[in-house]
């Protein structure tokens, strides 16, 4: 990808932007719920980290930069106590896609190989360091 931002792409963005805060319907806020006062929370799993931002395939999409959840909350202002936890889940993480990376990379079919896929462990059986 390209380093230099084209005027285009930087309308596009505030135009994606603009669409999706105009776009999110908040359905039901029961007792006032959102938004949230407590800025202290517990995240599990490693969408925290690894967050999802399209599909595979034609779902796919090209991106300059991405936000997780993780670093979304953390910025503005969210205290995350599960952030210990979160680290060695994802250095586990990075370890399963390592290995599964290099099962594919001198494989001439490798792009027709299925996506990484990670099953997140039982919170409380993950004693990975």
């Known amino acids: 990808m390209e380093n230099v931002i084209s005027q285009r792409e930087l309308e596009n963005k505030k135009l994606a932007k603009q669409t999706a805060e105009e776009g999110i319907v ?4 029961r007792n006032a719920t959102l938004p949230i006062k407590n800025k202290t929370v517990a995240l599990y799993g490693s969408g925290a980290f ?3 931002k399209g599909g595979t395939g ?3 999409v090209n991106q300059r930069n991405m936000v997780s959840i993780l670093d979304g909350l953390e910025s503005h202002g969210f205290t995350v106590t599960t952030k210990a936890w979160l680290n060695r889940l994802n250095r586990y993480y990075q370890k399963e896609k390592q290995s599964h990376d290099e099962k594919l990379k001198d494989d001439p079919l490798a792009l027709l190989a299925p996506a990484f896929k990670f099953n997140d462990p039982k919170w409380e059986s993950l004693k990975i360091v």
């Not at 908040?26 to 806020?29: A, D, R």
């Open 50 to 52: 690894a967050t999802v």
């Open 58 to 60: 034609s779902g796919d």
């Open 26 to 29: 908040l359905l039901q806020n």
